[in-house]
């Protein structure tokens, strides 16, 4: 990289740490940290909850599979997870809301305690926190690649860089300075992302190449289903993805938490949902031309980087370069807070008895502290990601596959219809997907789609199950209360609308 592209990335750094600054003077308490106040604008929840929910693993492994198979990656992954945040918009991320409105709660977990009991919250909380441990840290290696194709830096220093300076922003300013720096890295990975597409599409002789590419690459490369991504493995991602967009990651239920009202988190899964389905049919068209530019690369992961430095000239190459951070640092800063919100709200109370009483510059220091404490690990975890199969494989497989255990109690406990799915039926289907995970991974031989779909699907099929076979059994009067309640948003002006007890 030139001295130009240095400045450029300097410049993003500095905004960034600007941003946290100013957020800090808006943090008062744990509610401003974790939840915004509940004061967060649909539009900036909206493309928070966009950039919070893909990384610079999108430049890294994703490319590599847009590489190798093609168009297939629009599919599989873009499109199923368009649908769930559409879906979600309709059924789920009003309640996330209208959950702050009336009970108060700052983390996804805190509802569990009254729609379960406190054994099953914790059960999913700490489980929760270990699988985000490994998300996390494959996000930083993948940042930390890229870093090293970009300017030399070895891998283990690019994941302590890339790591701190996120830690300086978000410990400083909570969750109102991710989604101000989501809403600055949005703006910067739209203005390299845009100008990447424009001039690859020139080299390659103008717009009849964004069609005309096609001809050129591999016939398998413009099919919708390819190599291990059937229509099987799109099926089970599309439940994945339902269960993790609309909250099942903990991040992004923070962003509809936030939110001021039911119809303000719609309003913004909606624009989030919109997003994925468009952005990237640009953001992915480089990534599927790279094969006209260099053939058999051994490593197809660098391609998209490779591609950034051959065609685009200094200054942009930095703009690209802070694109990919800003994915990576959008979801990884947000992870930090949403898993420090359960920490200091969920784990730690039952833990002690002396964090049920601290007071709000207390409570607030803890906060910072437990983000501290979950990034480090993170960063760590990313130096020896080698060990657990790789960067494609934590993110796919292992984020993939033990999502829905966990995911499947707290996203369906919201809804009515599952109401008799009592805390029973929740931590049989956790073990049991669990279980299912160990068995299809080390046991038998099953392909990529069965690998990830298993423990969702068992994890599904008893928790509903096993709610059905309770069909004449009454259902607790707090969990009926809980539930009617978020059909609504709150009536401001009538204060019985709020307070639902645990």
């Known amino acids: 990289m030139a001295t130009l592209d ?24 744990t509610q401003d940290f974790f939840a915004a106040g509940g004061k967060m604008p649909w539009w900036l929840s909206g493309i928070s909850h966009h950039m919070s929910g893909y990384s610079a693993a999108v430049f890294v492994a994703y490319a590599g599979v847009a590489y190798t198979y093609g168009f297939t990656l629009y599919i599989w992954w873009a499109v199923p997870v368009s649908i769930a945040v559409f879906v979600g ?16 709660i700052e983390s996804p977990m805190e509802y569990l305690s009254t729609r379960y009991n406190v054994p099953t919250q914790q059960l999913m909380a700490w489980s ?18 890229i870093l090293n194709v970009f300017a030399g830096v070895p891998l283990a220093a690019g994941i302590f860089l890339s790591g701190l300076i996120s830690l300086v922003y978000s410990a ?25 597409f424009v001039i690859v599409v020139m080299k390659l002789g103008g717009l009849g190449a964004i069609t005309g590419i096609w001809d050129k690459l591999p016939a398998a490369h413009s ?6 991504y059937t229509m099987g ?54 990534m599927w031309a790279a094969p006209l530019f260099y053939q058999n690369l051994k490593d197809p992961t660098q391609s998209y980087s490779m591609m950034t430095m051959d065609l685009l000239p200094h200054g942009l190459i930095g703009l690209v370069l802070a694109s990919m951070f800003a994915h990576t640092m959008a979801m990884t800063t947000s992870d930090a807070n949403a898993i420090t919100a359960v920490i200091t709200r969920d784990i730690l109370p039952v ?3 002396k964090y049920r009483t601290l007071s709000e510059k207390a409570a607030l220091r803890v906060a910072r502290g437990a983000m501290v404490t979950f990034v480090v690990l993170t960063l760590i975890i990313a130096v020896y990601s080698s060990t657990f199969g790789g960067i494609l494989s934590l993110l796919i497989v292992w984020f993939g596959a033990l999502v829905g255990p966990i995911s499947i109690p707290m ?3 919201l809804i009515p219809a599952f109401k008799r799915s009592d805390s029973k039926a929740a931590i049989v289907s956790w073990a049991a997907g669990i279980i299912t995970f160990i068995i299809v991974k080390y046991v038998l031989t099953v392909s990529t789609a069965t690998l990830v779909a298993s423990p969702v699907l068992v994890s599904a099929i008893l928790f509903i199950g096993m709610g059905w076979l309770n069909r004449n059994t009454p259902v607790a009067p707090k969990v009926e209360e809980l539930l009617d309640s978020l059909s609504s948003d709150v009536n401001e002006a009538n204060p019985r609308e709020h307070g639902i007890k645990a």
Request: no cysteine.
């Open 411 to 413: 996203l369906l406990g």
């Open 6 to 29: 240095w400045i450029v990335l300097g410049l993003f750094f500095l905004l960034m740490v600007g941003i946290g600054v100013w957020s800090f003077r808006q943090i008062s308490g």
């Open 223 to 228: 099919q919708p289903l390819a190599g291990p």
């Open 233 to 286: 493995f799109v099926l089970a991602y599309i439940l994945i993805d339902f269960l993790s967009y609309n909250g099942g990651t903990w991040n992004l239920a923070q962003r509809y938490i936030a939110s001021p009202s039911g119809s303000s988190a719609r309003k913004a899964a909606i624009l989030s949902g919109a997003l994925y389905l468009i952005w990237p049919l640009i953001l992915f068209f480089p």
């Open 89 to 104: 918009a309709a059924i789920i991320a009003p309640k996330w809301a209208r959950l702050r409105q009336r009970m108060n």
């Open 351 to 353: 833990i002690s008895k």
């Open 128 to 145: 929760g926190v270990l699988l985000k441990l490994f998300d996390v840290g494959a996000k930083w290696a993948a940042i930390a690649v």
């Open 172 to 196: 400083i300013g909570g969750l109102w300075a991710d989604a101000w720096t989501d809403f600055a890295q949005f703006i910067v990975q739209l203005i390299a992302g845009v100008s990447m």
